[in-house]
């Protein structure tokens, strides 16, 4: 589904992604690790065109989109969320999850500027999707509550519905548990096995290795910028490199 090829970011001279290259399969989770640092959001933000890469390139289902603002990249199909949420606070849970159907929102605004018939069809369709998605993620019956009212935990699962709402053909999920206590983190580690059950591709930035173990069925590690292993979990998990790098320290910092 994506293939990067030696993906480079500099940041005023410091490199923050360094020649990275893997690819995502067509329906399979992969777990993006490592030390915070390490690289993990800005990657996520060049795939999502949020940012951009310097160097090296991004294909989508073979096509090359390295270069493409965010917008574009939504429209042929990715979707994420946020490590640090951005949700709209003072729109309505339902009115944050309809902005994920963005290019079919623009469509239906520009139906409504012709006065072409059809718009009130089209609008309540993007309203049942989007009810449908908060359905998904145990929201429904707070669609109509603003965001800023809703607890961290469930704001997490507004902006995983919002990602899920338009069927994307990626998702880029960016820390969907952390600052969650255990029930919020087990609820959305059931969501993302029900995603990936749907058939959904994933690539899932985390730290909780027991939730990165569970769902992943590849692991990709990062350590300064610079993919250091990637494969199967059981493999990566016991790869010296990966141990020194990153449990290692996270052990030692437990
Ligand atoms: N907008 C930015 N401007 C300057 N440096 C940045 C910016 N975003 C990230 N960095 C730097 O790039 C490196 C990687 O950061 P990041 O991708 O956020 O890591 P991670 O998500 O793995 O914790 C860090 O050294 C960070 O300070
Ligand atoms: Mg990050």
Redesign the pocket.
Known sequence: MLELRNVSKW??G?P?LQDVSFRIPRGQVTALI??????????I?CISGVDNAQAGSIRLARRPVEALPAHDIAALGVARTF?NLKLFGRLTVLDNVLTGLTVAAERSFIISMLRLPGLRHEERQLRLRALDALDDFGLSRKAQWPASALSYGEKKRVEMARAFVSDPRLVLL?EPVAGLNADETARIARHIRRQRGAGHTMLL?EHDMALVMDVADQVVV?DS?RCIACGDPADVRSNPLVLEAYLGRMEATA
């Open positions: 940041f005023g410091l923050a490592g030390p915070n640092g390490a690289g993990k959001s800005t990657l933000n490590q960016d930035v990062l910028g």
